[in-house]
């Protein structure tokens, strides 16, 4: 009897710890699931909006980035922890040119790409040739782990290289089914997400994803807004145009930023990235639904075996 009352304590406090666990898991698949359905809709939001206000997609990068990026710090100053990361990382040159170099080539990069990629085709096509940036990213590992891709890999790069054929083309190679600037964008959407990927993992495991993200879309807010003038590109907005500019920031770019964040944490990152796969389905749905945007079965085909390419190579 001695030895037998710790082991069932044991045992309860394993049964507790799994129940934990399934709980947090499935906490971070909800959080995921939603922040990649705020994703999916806001680029469809901001379709409709450059195309029912004629906003310039320099204008509404600059809008989001100088205010979503208030929510991030506001966010971060939240915790001690982010608290001390906030003021240490100013004390570090190297941190800041690290994150400095992830806004321009990450968040800036990005942004502007999407929305200008959006504004040629439509949100459901972008998000699509957004994904493509697994491939890259799969090439940066195997590169940088120097191995061979594995089988299913090399599957996966082969559907998306034939997704994006019938994306570009609508199954007819005699022309293009995207408008140049629309498909150029489009790759550039996929060349930003692996940086994107890639290149704030080291200083967000130092200084937090809040502090680093809010920095970074600060800086490259700023660094836009030199160069572009958004004052001088002002678009007419009525009471319901500054409503949903309001929800694009607030949900639609800090929001799903957020949710996606904490279901990486809960549920880790394979199962992140496989469920991340629901942007571009609601973005998809969305552009038919509400856009009433026509795509071609070829096309359909395409974007199916672009978002299988995500699951085998995830």
Not at 67 to 77: E, I, K, N, R
Not at 270 to 278: E, P, Q, V
Request: aromatic fraction near 10%; hydrophobic fraction near 50%.
């Amino acid at each position: 009897m001695v030895g037998y009352r710790p082991l069932c304590e044991t045992g309860g406090r394993v049964g507790e710890k799994n129940d934990e666990q399934r709980r947090r898991i499935r906490r971070g698949i909800v959080a995921t699931l939603v922040g990649g359905t705020f994703w999916g809709l806001n680029g469809t939001v901001s379709k409709w909006l450059m195309d029912a206000y004629a906003i310039d997609p320099l204008w509404l990068v600059c809008l989001r980035e100088l205010t979503a990026c208030w929510l991030f710090l506001a966010a971060a100053a939240m915790t001690a922890r982010g608290r001390e990361q906030l003021v240490g990382v100013w004390r570090s040159p190297r941190a800041l040119l690290s994150i400095l170099g992830v806004s321009f080539a990450a968040i800036l990069f990005s942004q502007v790409a999407y929305l200008e990629a959006i504004d040629w085709t439509n949100s459901a096509t972008a998000t699509i040739m957004q994904s493509l940036g697994m491939v890259l990213v799969l090439a940066y590992v195997c590169l940088r782990m120097r191995r061979t891709p594995r089988r299913r890999e090399l599957l996966g790069v082969a559907l998306a290289l034939l997704g994006t054929y019938l994306v570009a083309t609508g199954g007819n190679p005699g022309q293009l089914s995207l408008p140049p600037e629309g498909l150029a964008w489009g790759l550039g959407c996929a060349v930003a997400a692996a940086c994107l990927s890639i290149l704030p993992a080291a200083p967000m495991a130092r200084w937090g994803n809040f502090t680093v993200n809010g920095l970074a879309f600060l800086f490259s807010g700023l660094a836009l807004s030199l160069v572009y003038r958004p004052w001088e590109h002002m678009p007419a907005l009525d009471g319901l145009a500054v409503g949903v500019l309001a929800l694009c920031v607030v949900v639609g770019t800090f929001g799903a930023y957020a949710l996606y964040l904490q279901g990486v944490k809960d549920a880790g990152s394979m199962r992140a990235s496989l469920l991340g796969t629901i942007e571009p389905v609601t973005a998809t749905i969305a552009s038919v639904v509400w856009l009433a945007t026509p795509f071609s079965p070829a096309e359909i085909v395409g974007f199916v075996l672009i978002i299988v390419m995500v699951y085998l190579t995830a």
